[in-house]
């Protein structure tokens, strides 16, 4: 468990260090490639914003509250916060322009790797229904 929130220390930095790249605008020659991939964009922010609530979820000992009646990972919602009030800011940083598809990418992300952890370490096995 000790390397996992180690993972999730180190992880969090790269995130914070590619947000504060990108608000200075100096991000661009790093992140060239991806424009090359057809949606490149959005599918960094799928697999970078992912991983983090993935990773943050685990350090949490995937911990869940109830919400109308529904489970979510207490580290999703921590990282969806946070990561909508980083996009909605760029709406007042020059270097930045806000995209909503961003924002619907992060979502996709966290909703996924949130799935893949209740999926594979919660609940292995399905039930064999006859």
């Known amino acids: 468990m000790k390397k996992i929130k180690w993972w999730t220390f180190g992880y969090l930095f790269f995130v914070i260090a590619i947000i504060m790249m990108a608000n200075q605008g100096n991000y661009k020659f790093i992140f060239q490639w991806l424009h090359i991939i ?20 685990l350090s949490l000992n995937c911990a869940k509250f109830e919400l109308w009646r529904m489970n979510f990972f207490k580290g999703s919602a921590i ?3 946070i990561i909508t009030l980083e996009e909605f ?14 924002v619907l990418a992060n979502y996709v992300g966290i909703m996924f790797f949130s799935y893949l952890l209740n999926r594979i370490y919660i609940y292995p096995k399905s039930p064999v229904t006859e």
């Not at 959005?42 to 943050?56: A, N």
């Not at 800011?89 to 909503?100: A, E």
């Open 89 to 102: 800011s760029q709406v007042f940083i020059p270097s930045r322009s806000f995209d909503l598809g961003d």
């Open 79 to 81: 990282v969806l916060v």
């Open 38 to 57: 057809p949606y490149g964009d959005k599918l960094g922010h799928f697999f970078l914003i992912g991983l983090l609530s993935l990773l943050i979820n």
